[in-house]
């Protein structure tokens, strides 16, 4: 039994011993709904022998109409188990609400910035919901097969005890093999779902922070990690079907080999001065109450079992840790160095014959400079940065990164530049693991806690629980991987940086200081401003306004270009110092 479940099970006796009320009153009703069982096999062996047989067709049509009759008692009862049922199954709904409500206030008030965790009204609705109607079909299908097996060997019995001496040994066998499987059937169900999700999230993450794995040239990096948790996917896929393979055989012990056994054993029961009636009513047991109990409760125990435990397991948080693949190594990029960036004439459109996002630039963004670019929406300043980055190749003109055509990286991350885009890519693994992805041969000693300290990453890291704690990238809010991705790009040895709205989801404060801690960084700097404070903190601001274009300082901008005064908001150009900060640009 796994550790999860032997954590539950405490938990499941004290629920249901609360509610003995419940439990007899399903008892109750179920013997009744067994009285049907036993009376159908019954009622057809003496529908035979005394009726049909024996030349009475009044009589053995009577037997018929009394089995006829016990259907209609056990659709009563089965009425009767279904209230029990709801006694049952309602307060668990209501228990588990109550406790996902409990735990995600708690957590709210102990960590405020974690309190919009959108994970919660999954629970609160999918999840519980799954809980109740897994659990109901469990009790319903569980107490069915030991009352329809208790009803169908007393019948048995009844007719004649050589019956159960056929009937009962492949029945017992076939249910020990069907309970063997239980365990490793769980286990193997659990790390399937684990590897489903972990898969699952991975291509989540990798869809949401596309562009940054193509412009941190980590596409085969990513590939390798994705493929790895495909193939284990399909591992734990592959073990799952032998388990069900075992599965399948123990319903042919349990439900088919009695059959089998009947039928093979039939002149023997003759001789023994069983009738035909018996031999049919027998058979009647197999095939009619038997054999669907038994296909009902391995299905059951198989798929809403598993199902139960897995969302108990989440909603009370017990959920383990997915696994992760390690990520294979990169190579060692050349030491940082600040260049230039120039921009010759450049004029990109997305496809022939669209309209120049960018129309015959010339831009020279100088060594170690900290360039800003601002600009309504869709005026192109993506755009801009792709094109420094290599990702975009120019329609006309050129781009020149330390003198040579940038071009994007295939075979790893690209050890010169590093661009972060709004959505960054946070995977499956540790946080080290998440910030050395740009420098996969490691960072020289303390600087990893530089890069924390400098741009603000401490708390989070602690919260998380360190460098080597794993980390989920569906429990980050979108600052949160955005501080992480800034402090990835923080770390790497490029030596230009091109953040393009990377700090979009930071609030100020946090912006600035991310900010402050890229232009102490050596290297070129350009910056993709979310706020107009960002543009003070530049040696340079670049305004783009359509195809025309204006570049200069603050105070320089203040006074020539209407556009950059209109984002400004109200600046007073004689006294920026009292600008509002804050002001959206984009
Ligand atoms: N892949 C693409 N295919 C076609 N058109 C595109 C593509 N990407 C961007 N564009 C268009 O190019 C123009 C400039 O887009 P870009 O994303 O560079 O602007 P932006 O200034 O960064 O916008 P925002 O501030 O909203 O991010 C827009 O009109 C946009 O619709």
Not at 22 to 44: D, I, K, P, Q, R
Not at 254 to 263: C, F, R, T
Not at 519 to 534: K, N, Q, Y
């Amino acid at each position: 039994m796994t550790a999860a479940t032997l954590r539950l099970l405490p938990r499941a006796v004290r629920f249901l011993r609360a509610r003995p009320r419940a439990l007899l009153a399903m008892a109750a009703w179920s013997v009744l709904e067994s009285g049907h069982t036993f009376v159908s096999g019954y009622a057809v062996a003496h529908a035979l022998d005394a009726g049909f047989l024996a030349g009475r067709t009044g009589t053995g049509l009577a037997w018929l109409a009394v089995a006829a009759g016990t259907v209609v008692l056990g659709g009563i009862a089965g009425r009767g188990v279904f209230r029990g049922l709801a006694a049952l199954v309602e307060p668990l709904r209501d228990h588990l609400v109550h406790q996902v409500v409990a735990a995600a206030l708690g957590r709210a008030v102990a960590d405020p910035s974690r309190a919009a965790d959108s994970a919660v009204v999954s629970r609160l609705t999918n999840q519980t919901e799954l809980a109740r109607d897994s659990f109901a079909g469990l009790v319903l299908v569980a107490r069915s097969f030991v009352f329809t097996v208790a009803g169908a060997l007393v019948g048995l019995l009844s007719l004649a005890p050589e019956l159960l001496l056929v009937v009962v040994p492949p029945l017992l066998a076939g249910l020990v093999l069907f309970l063997a499987t239980l365990v490793p059937m769980a286990r193997h169900q659990r790390a399937f779902l684990q590897a489903d999700e972990a898969l699952a999230a991975e291509l989540g993450a990798v869809a949401t922070g596309l562009r940054d794995v193509v412009a941190c040239g980590a596409q085969r990096r990513t590939a390798a990690r994705t493929h790895a948790l495909i193939e284990a996917e399909a591992r734990t896929a592959r073990r799952l079907a032998r388990w069900t393979a075992a599965r399948s055989l123990a319903l042919g012990i349990a439900g088919q080999l009695p059959v089998l056994l009947l039928l093979l054993a039939a002149p023997w029961l003759l001789r023994r001065h069983l009738t035909t009636g018996d031999v049919l009513g027998a058979l009647t047991y197999l095939t009619q109450a038997l054999q669907p109990a038994l296909q009902s409760v391995m299905q059951a125990l198989g798929a809403a079992g598993t199902r139960l435990l897995v969302v108990l397991e989440r909603l009370t948080g017990d959920t383990p840790p997915a696994p992760h693949p390690t990520p294979p190594p990169a190579p060692t990029p050349p030491p940082a160095d600040g260049p230039r960036v120039e921009f010759r004439a450049t004029t990109f459109s997305y496809g022939t014959g669209a309209r120049p996002v960018v129309k015959d630039l010339h831009l020279t963004v100088e060594p170690g400079e900290h360039l800003v670019v601002v600009g309504p929406s869709g005026t192109g300043k993506s755009t801009l940065t792709g094109l420094a980055a290599g990702l975009l190749t120019p329609t006309a003109g050129e781009v020149r990164v330390a003198g040579r055509t940038p071009s994007a990286p295939t075979a790893g991350p690209d050890p010169h530049r590093v661009l972060i885009p709004q959505q960054a890519y946070v995977f499956t693994g540790t946080v080290r693991e998440n910030l050395l992805y740009l420098r996969p041969d490691g960072a020289p000693p303390g600087a990893v806690e530089a890069s924390l300290d400098a741009v603000g990453l401490g708390p989070l890291v602690d919260r998380l629980g360190g460098l080597d704690a794993p980390l989920d990238p569906t429990a980050l809010s979108q600052g949160e991987r955005q501080l992480l991705a800034l402090g990835r790009a923080h770390l790497s040895p490029a030596p230009l940086v091109l953040l393009d709205e990377a700090t979009c989801h930071l609030d100020p404060a946090a912006e600035e200081r991310a900010e402050r801690a890229f232009c102490d960084r050596p290297g070129t700097l350009v910056v993709v401003a979310h706020r107009i404070s960002s543009a003070r903190r530049a040696d340079r601001i670049l305004v783009l306004d359509g195809t025309r274009t204006a570049v200069g300082t603050h105070a320089d901008l203040l006074r020539r270009s209407p556009l950059y005064r209109d984002l400004a908001g109200g600046w007073d150009p004689q006294s920026p110092e009292r600008a509002p900060t804050g002001a959206h640009l984009a």
